[in-house]
């Protein structure tokens, strides 16, 4: 009772006017970081965590809640007007959303991912509250050899994903994988592949990594168009829709279901909860399985809503989930939460075990922030804003993308302090560019390199624990289990051939 006591707290700190105008600010900055490539969430915190040291705990607290759902949110809007998602989390959007946008019908798609991402950011949200003590007890089961499976289930389901191109996609992953490997090894302080080069010493940064392989290819891609227009311009009056264009049908709705839109809630929470997994793996693994069981996994990367809805339903949701292990172990679940550990520190609490019961007065506000800012902000912000999203589609191309160029790098430098990471950010561009036009899976590309350093490390301390043997990963429940669910996968998507078609949704 005193739980409960405490979370209706956290809704009437909301109430303070100042509060409640931090959270509906960070919204604001969360939308526009998410939304314009190369400015993500974690550059938004990041920029605010000086200013915590003059804020009340509880303040900022709500307001790094707020930009954490409104950055994964609004990731999806470039990702459906111009075809570079927002945020990473929103590559798989991407794949439907902008098809979608080539036919007109961009506001469609925008609702879905809105409606997507407030069903899922919802019910992670209420499960952050309600479920924190046992989701906990659950991600302290999934042990090293565990995590190790977990990883490796998601790159193999990533290749197998490539249906008819299956070589390509791993050349891809593997490609990224390599990539990732620049720098201090993961398990011990040695350089490694810098070729006597102290700028690699530092490693390859994230951000010129998705900046090149979205956003630089992206542009290199469109220069090889003659059209004046983002997208041809006989859908331009698509920018002129009303606002209830962005509401979806309830038709639609039906036909995505209730049961997709929870289970891709349930996957992305309980990504959210490993530590480490992020918004990519969530809306990734939730759209694989939205595909494998769906009635029309032909209609699969040619702008079906319902890979919208999985994806957004999942990384939105994933944002409670990765609190959990932040604020019980003190473990973050992404590098947004990291941000907020940060918070956390600085005001002098330190995250543990008991954290949750002690301290929820504290973070309670935050608890409810995350609920509001879904439920309420983010299509209420989509309704006001919408139309003026979609206006992006009506500007001349080189306008935009000159724009964006300059945007992007601008973001790559600001995330690293570098130019050597900003000048990276044009060498992968040139590099996925090339891909791209021989039919590679740049999705893969980046996937391999966000997942490659951690497949790496927990092998190498799975393989350390048990003096060598690989045998430690067909002797640890956790680690069984993801070995049997990737078999699942396979045989699904591989030995089980679809009844119609071939899925390409994720080659491009």
Do not use: W
């Not at 925008?110 to 992670?124: D, E, F, P, T």
């Not at 004046?228 to 039906?254: C, G, H, M, Y």
Request: charged share 10%.
């Amino acid at each position: 009772m005193e739980t409960l006591y405490g979370l209706l707290g956290g809704f009437s700190a909301l109430a303070n006017p100042i509060t409640f105008l931090y959270m509906i600010g960070g919204f604001l900055i969360g939308t526009l970081f998410g939304a314009v490539p190369g400015l993500t969430s974690v550059l938004a915190i990041a920029l605010l965590l000086p200013l915590t040291y003059s804020l009340d705990v509880t303040t900022a607290l709500v307001a790094c809640a707020s930009i954490f759902m409104a950055g994964m949110c609004s990731g999806s809007i470039t990702a459906t007007t111009i075809n570079i998602p927002g945020a990473p989390s929103s590559m798989m959007t991407a794949l439907e959303g902008y098809p979608m946008q080539q036919r007109g019908e961009g506001a469609k798609a925008l609702g879905h991912a809105a409606l997507g991402s407030m069903i899922g950011g919802s019910i992670g949200a209420l499960l952050l509250m309600v479920m924190s003590p046992l989701a906990a007890d659950v991600a302290l089961l999934i042990r090293t050899p565990g995590k190790f499976s977990l990883i490796a289930f998601a790159l193999i389901v990533i290749i197998i994903s490539q249906r008819g191109s299956v070589t390509k996609g791993v050349i891809a992953t593997m490609l990224g994988v390599m990539i990732a490997t620049i720098g201090i090894d993961v398990v011990q302080p040695l350089a490694r592949f810098t070729f006597d080069s102290r700028v690699l010493i530092q490693g390859i940064d994230m951000m010129p990594l998705i900046i090149g392989t979205f956003a630089i290819s992206e542009l290199l891609i469109q220069a090889d168009s003659r059209s004046e227009r983002t997208v041809d311009p006989s859908k331009l009056q698509a920018a002129n829709v009303r606002r209830r264009d962005f509401i979806p049908s309830l038709s639609e709705v039906r036909e995505i279901g209730v049961l997709r839109y929870l289970k891709s809630a349930l996957i992305g929470y309980s990504v959210g909860i490993l530590p480490g997994a992020g918004g990519s793996m969530a809306a990734f693994v939730s759209y694989a399985e939205s595909m494998r069981s769906s009635k029309h996994p032909e209609r699969y990367g040619k702008g079906n809503p319902e890979g919208i809805a999985a994806s957004e339903c999942a990384n939105n949701s994933m944002c409670g989930g990765a609190f959990v292990p932040m604020l019980t172990f003190g473990i973050p679940g992404d590098p947004t939460t990291a941000i907020v550990l940060g918070v956390l520190v600085i005001n002098g609490l330190q995250p543990g075990p008991q954290f949750m019961t002690q301290q929820l007065d504290m973070i309670a506000p935050m608890f409810a922030s995350l609920l509001v800012s879904a439920l309420i902000l983010i299509p209420l912000t989509l309704y006001l804003l919408g139309p003026y999203f979609l206006k992006i589609v009506s500007i001349r191309r080189d306008v935009l993308y000159s724009s964006i160029a300059v945007v992007a790098l601008v973001g790559s430098y600001v995330a690293t302090y570098s130019t050597f990471q900003m000048a990276l950010a044009l060498v992968f561009g040139l590099l996925a560019y090339f891909l791209r036009k021989q039919n590679y899976p740049t999705v893969s590309l980046l996937l391999g390199f966000v997942l490659g350093p951690s497949l790496e490390e927990y092998c190498r301390r799975a393989l350390s624990i048990n003096d060598g043997s690989p045998l430690i990963f067909l002797t640890s429940p956790d680690s069984l289990f993801f070995i049997a669910l990737t078999a699942v996968f396979f045989y699904f998507m591989v030995i089980r051939k679809p009844r119609r078609g071939v899925l390409n949704a994720m080659s491009s």
